[in-house]
């Protein structure tokens, strides 16, 4: 019984900075990596920026220098900053772990919602 909640998306103006959190809860051991994806209308869905346990962190090409991923291990929350949003941004964004439960032994792959950030040009 994991579940990731996002928050943080909204309505934004070319140029402007959104702050998007994502907090899991329930029977956690332990979680590795952690994750944004993100799926624009029409678009696969694709990886936006990850972060490991360790802190190591790997960004897509379209927001390298733009956007920061980031987490606090005491909280089980992941984040990601976004500055200068461009239109081609705007999409749902889904916060992804893979997780340990108390439960099994396997690592899981869990998602969240999704929340909505759409960038007027």
């Known amino acids: 019984q994991v579940q990731l909640v996002e928050s943080g998306g909204g309505l934004v103006q070319a140029g402007g900075s959104l702050r998007l959190s994502c907090a899991a809860s329930?029977?956690?051991?332990?979680?590795?990596?952690m994750g944004w994806y993100r799926q624009a209308p029409g678009k696969q869905r694709e990886l936006v920026a990850m972060?490991?346990?360790?802190?190591?962190?790997n960004y897509a090409d379209s927001v390298k220098g733009r956007f920061t991923i980031s987490r606090d291990n005491a909280n089980n929350t992941v984040y990601l900053q976004m500055n200068s949003l461009k239109f081609e941004d705007t999409a749902v964004y889904y916060c992804?772990?893979?997780?340990?439960?108390?439960?099994?032994?396997?690592?899981?792959?869990?998602w969240g919602q999704g929340t909505q950030v759409t960038v007027s040009s």
């Open positions: 992804n772990a893979d997780i340990h439960t108390t439960r099994v032994p396997e690592n899981e792959d869990f």
């Open positions: 329930g029977s956690i051991f332990s979680i590795n990596a």
């Open positions: 972060i490991t346990s360790g802190g190591s962190t």
